[in-house]
Every structure is written in structure tokens, then in C-alpha cells.
């Protein structure tokens, strides 16, 4: 069973910086996209930022130029530094990995439990 855990989350002031890691367990497969997602009560999960096995990257709008997602050179771990935040960037960040197989047919959509970011002065 693939698990993705994420670290990372927690308290941070407006202004302030944080840095959530997610590192996928070990699979036959290999990962294509990467992403971060978040969702506070009530609301539909939104997308944060994406990173393709390739590097390419998306964000939403909220977070363009104060966020920024990166991928090691093994593709297996995903890192989101999030700067200048704001009190409405606080969310429970969800990890999202795409598997696909060695055609580059999609396998399965792995989803982590979720890291709680609260910013609060």
C-alpha cells in the first residue's frame, strides 16, 4: 500500500514562513504529478500547487508568487514553501501523488491524511 506522510504544518504568523514536506513510500510505479491541495470547513478541496515528474508547475492564484513547490531529484518527495502568509491560508494541506505504470498509463491517485497550517497572530 502506497502512503504519502506529510511534516511540516503547524502555527505560523502573518508574514511568517512554512515548509511542508511529503515523501511517498517506495512503489513499483513511478509518480508523475506531485501536488498540494488544502480545504477548510465547509469548502471543496482547492488546489495549491502541482509539479509534473518533469518539473513543470501550476499554481492557484491565491498563492502565486509566495508559495513555491519543488520535487527531489528521485521524485518521490515534495516540498511546498509557503512565505508572506495570511490568516486565509490556513487549511488542512493535503499531499496528492498521480502513479502511472512504465507505459505511462494512469494507475491510481494516492491521497496523504492532511497537515494542519494555521496562521494567527
Known amino acids: 500500500q502506497v502512503q504519502l506522510v506529510e511534516s511540516g504544518g503547524g502555527l505560523a504568523q502573518p508574514g511568517g514562513s512554512l515548509r511542508l514536506t511529503c515523501a511517498a513510500s517506495?512503489?513499483?510505479?513511478?509518480?508523475?504529478?506531485m501536488g498540494w491541495y488544502r480545504q477548510t470547513t465547509g469548502t471543496q478541496r482547492e488546489l495549491v500547487a502541482a509539479i509534473t515528474r518533469h518539473g513543470s508547475t501550476n499554481y492557484g492564484d491565491s498563492v502565486k508568487g509566495r508559495f513555491t513547490i519543488s520535487r527531489d531529484n528521485a521524485g518521490n518527495t515534495v516540498y511546498l514553501q509557503m512565505n508572506s502568509l495570511k490568516p486565509e491560508d490556513t487549511a488542512v494541506y493535503y499531499c496528492?501523488?498521480?502513479?502511472?505504470?512504465?507505459?505511462?498509463?494512469?494507475?491510481?491517485?494516492?491521497w496523504g491524511q492532511g497537515t494542519l497550517v494555521t496562521v494567527s497572530s
Open positions: 517506495r512503489s513499483a510505479f513511478s509518480i508523475d504529478i
Open positions: 496528492n501523488a498521480d502513479y502511472r505504470d512504465s507505459n505511462g498509463d494512469y494507475v491510481s491517485e494516492v
